[in-house]
């Protein structure tokens, strides 16, 4: 539980710190990676969803004792901030698309890296569900889970392959740091698509594509400013 919630308070300042990077105009992801460049006694957590069938309950296992709110406030402090990740992204979604919009939401698999077909926990399920709730037009994907497993959650309609995409999305989340992101053909995943189709990439998967779609790809690092 010790090693479980430490890793959930340093993830919840690497995320603390991409928004206040964000208050200022900047790209939060690039700023921790400069913070971390070459300097060996910091090591920021980037940004990214947080979760999974550990890091979400067992900082509420750890505080149970607690008698004072100090302490508690501090632990459940940052396994909250790091919950509310979920609405921030749900609440982009709603600044920028009607509800009914279709969305293809890539990566609901609780983490990337190392893969996972586990859906327990998961952020990008909990995104996936809120965004339903609220009347979206959902497909997902992922590249570990299998279809069976994404059709009983019973939150859209599955998609195998990345590329079958049709010009009615709206946007495309990508939810996770999966290897095999690295690997894909951004032009080839736009080739399809409305002219207006934006890419959410919440884990900067993207960041070296120079490609002249660019401009229709949002990072976790710069989707508030």
């Given at each position: 539980?010790?090693?479980n919630?430490?890793?959930?308070?340093n993830?919840a300042?690497?995320?603390?710190?991409?928004?206040?990077s964000?208050?200022?105009?900047?790209?939060g992801?690039?700023?921790?990676?400069?913070?971390?460049?070459?300097?060996?006694?910091?090591?920021?957590?980037?940004?990214?969803?947080?979760?999974?069938?550990?890091?979400?309950?067992?900082?509420y296992?750890?505080?149970?004792?607690?008698?004072?709110?100090?302490?508690?406030?501090?632990?459940?402090?940052?396994?909250?901030?790091?919950?509310?990740?979920?609405?921030?992204?749900?609440a982009?979604?709603?600044?920028?698309?009607?509800?009914k919009?279709?969305?293809?939401?890539?990566?609901?698999?609780?983490?990337?890296?190392?893969?996972?077909?586990d859906?327990?926990?998961?952020?990008?399920?909990s995104?996936?569900?809120?965004?339903?709730?609220?009347?979206?037009?959902?497909n997902?994907?992922?590249?570990?889970?299998?279809?069976?497993?994404?059709?009983?959650?019973?939150?859209?309609?599955?998609?195998?392959?990345?590329?079958?995409?049709?010009?009615?999305?709206?946007?495309?989340?990508?939810?996770?740091?999966?290897?095999?992101?690295?690997?894909?053909?951004?032009?080839?995943?736009?080739?399809?698509?409305?002219?207006?189709?934006?890419?959410?990439?919440?884990?900067?998967?993207?960041?070296?594509?120079?490609?002249?779609?660019?401009?229709?790809?949002i990072?976790?690092?710069?989707?508030?400013?």
């Amino acid at each position: 539980m010790f090693n479980n919630t430490y890793r959930d308070i340093n993830f919840a300042v690497g995320n603390i710190f991409n928004e206040i990077s964000q208050k200022f105009g900047v790209d939060g992801y690039e700023v921790i990676e400069k913070a971390n460049y070459n300097y060996d006694r910091s090591s920021i957590a980037l940004p990214g969803l947080v979760g999974g069938p550990c890091l979400e309950k067992d900082a509420y296992i750890l505080t149970t004792p607690f008698n004072y709110d100090v302490e508690k406030n501090f632990v459940l402090g940052a396994r909250k901030y790091n919950e509310s990740l979920e609405n921030k992204v749900c609440a982009w979604v709603e600044k920028n698309y009607s509800n009914k919009s279709k969305i293809l939401l890539s990566g609901l698999a609780f983490k990337g890296r190392p893969e996972t077909s586990d859906l327990r926990g998961s952020p990008s399920v909990s995104i996936a569900k809120k965004l339903k709730a609220k009347g979206y037009n959902l497909n997902l994907h992922d590249f570990c889970v299998n279809d069976q497993d994404l059709t009983s959650e019973k939150i859209g309609d599955v998609v195998s392959d990345i590329y079958s995409v049709n010009n009615n999305y709206a946007c495309i989340l990508i939810l996770t740091n999966h290897k095999e992101y690295q690997n894909i053909d951004i032009d080839a995943l736009f080739q399809n698509t409305d002219s207006k189709t934006k890419v959410f990439d919440l884990w900067n998967n993207f960041k070296n594509y120079e490609g002249i779609m660019k401009k229709n790809i949002i990072t976790f690092g710069n989707y508030a400013k």
